[in-house]
């Protein structure tokens, strides 16, 4: 079973950054899609981006490309995802996946196998 813990979530002002960690229980973590994902009051959880395990490909939401960023560090087993220029409307608890089976990502969240508990983010005006 593999065990997902996201951190880093908090309150900026828009224009501010934050960076969130997502970090794996698993050594086997390097086989796996991850992905982070986003959910605001009363709406779907939405994709935001996804990385290849191995380094290689991402692909961000339109809504946030050219502002953040996803990247790993596999002698961690973890992912991070760097968020620069926020605005209000990215304020929503986000969540860290990983996809085991299939391709290296989806973007739909009933691809993906496991997921952290969730970390909030707040952007004020």
């Known amino acids: 079973q593999v065990q997902l813990v996201e951190s880093g979530g908090g309150s900026v002002q828009a224009g501010g950054s934050l960076r969130l960690s997502c970090a794996a229980s698993e050594r086997t973590f390097s086989r796996y899609g991850m992905a982070w994902f986003r959910q605001a009051p009363g709406k779907e959880r939405e994709f935001v981006a996804a990385?290849?395990?191995?380094?290689?490909?991402?692909s961000y939401a339109d809504s946030v490309k050219g502002r953040f960023t996803t990247s790993t560090d596999n002698a961690k087993n973890t992912v991070y995802l760097q968020m620069n220029s926020l605005k209000p409307e990215d304020t929503a608890v986000y969540y860290c996946a990983a996809k085991v089976r299939g391709s290296w990502y989806a973007r739909g969240p009933d691809n993906y196998d496991y997921w952290g508990q969730g970390t909030q983010v707040t952007v004020s005006s």
């Open positions: 990385i290849q395990r191995n380094g290689g490909s991402t």
